[in-house]
């Protein structure tokens, strides 16, 4: 049987909805040991246990704040050793395809991020990525003995199991063996109510069409509880701030809704957005290339229609 480690990420001492996913598809791979590197409270722990791990292990490890990922992967590689751990998840994005990959080659583990689908098929593991734009799903197996997946936010659906995980508090300190990057200060990311941009359900996008307003993109991402997200050209040309960028030199979603607001459909917007499961756009061009993606198009402005929307909504 396959042990499977999960690395669990928290925001404000709650359990990431990614971290949630990671260990609902573990659950499904191998007897899981989740691992929080840094502190966790009773709450956190708690959470954490709803989704089925065997074991949580809370490492404390006074590097992790001070250098960037190099300690984390180091951790995941010391914890999936002392588990003899088969398979480990980590949340993609740029820090957890970058943990990934050292954990991978330091283990000579088979490597595959931006995975949308982990399962065992005759007791084989069989990883399900998005491929070429969005437009093939390939189904990858793993040849070494040790897999390291990250796994696309909105992979699958949290799912309770009921557990009550055996919790190990346990130390770990990371010796740099070559020249890290070190964290000199930090701050804090502007405190928002809405959803992390790659795990929202629902993802409002602005594009150049807004003509530098935001507000209605905003206004519709708040009616719908979503998250806002910019095209390329929006945030050339200052109208979002880059983290907000979806497509293919920025965030990658899969939003249960992507709505597409004054954004043209170019090829690169659409690799970030694609594997939305339901596309609405609202374009006054009806050649746009939005409109053939979009299961809803609306062909208009998008300053009389977004408020009369969010007018109904209300
Ligand atoms: C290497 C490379 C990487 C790239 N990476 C990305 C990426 O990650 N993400 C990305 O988005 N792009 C990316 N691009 C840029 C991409 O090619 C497009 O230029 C960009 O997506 C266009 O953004 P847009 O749709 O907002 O603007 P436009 O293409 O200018 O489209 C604006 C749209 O708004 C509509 N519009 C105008 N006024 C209104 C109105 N009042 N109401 C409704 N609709 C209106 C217009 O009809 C038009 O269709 C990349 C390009 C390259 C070369």
Redesign the pocket.
């Known amino acids: 049987m396959n042990n499977v480690i999960v690395l669990v990420t928290a925001t404000n001492g709650l359990l990431d909805a990614a971290s949630a996913e990671l260990l609902t598809i573990g659950a499904g791979l191998g007897p899981v040991t989740a691992v929080v590197a840094g502190e966790a409270g009773d709450a956190l722990v708690a959470e954490i246990a709803q989704y089925g791990p065997a074991e949580v292990h809370v490492v404390s490890c006074p590097q992790l704040t001070d250098t960037l990922v190099v300690a984390k992967a180091a951790l995941l590689v010391d914890r999936a050793a002392e588990t003899h751990a088969g398979i480990v998840l980590v949340a993609s994005g740029l820090e957890g395809n970058e943990v990934a990959a050292l954990v991978a080659a330091k283990l000579g583990a088979g490597l595959v991020t931006d995975a949308v689908a982990a399962r065992l098929v005759d007791g084989e593991l069989a990883v399900d990525k998005v491929v070429w734009a969005g437009k093939y799903t390939v189904t990858a197996t793993v040849a070494a003995p040790i897999a390291v997946l990250s796994m696309k936010a909105n992979s699958c659906t949290p799912a309770f199991v009921p557990a009550e995980p055996a919790v190990r508090q346990a130390h770990f300190d990371y010796t740099a063996t070559a020249p890290v990057a070190t964290v000199i200060s930090t701050e804090p990311a502007a405190a928002s109510s809405r959803p992390k941009l790659v795990e929202a359900g629902v993802v409002v996008s602005g ?3 807004t ?1 530098g307003d935001f507000a209605p993109v905003e206004a519709l991402a708040d009616a719908l509880g979503g998250a806002v997200g910019a ?4 945030v050339d040309a200052g109208f979002a701030p880059q983290p907000l ?6 965030k990658t979603v899969s939003p249960e809704l992507y709505v597409a ?9 659409i ?2 957005m694609r594997t939305a499961r339901q596309i609405l756009a ?4 009806p050649e ?1 290339p ?1 409109h053939r993606l979009a299961d809803l198009s609306v062909v ?4 009389t229609i977004v408020p009369a929307v969010v007018a109904r909504l209300g």
């Open positions: 594009g150049r069409g003509d095209s390329r050209a929006a960028q979806v497509g293919q030199t920025g607001l004054g954004i043209s459909g170019a090829i690169q917007h690799a970030g609202i374009n006054s061009d746009a939005i208009g402005d998008l300053k």
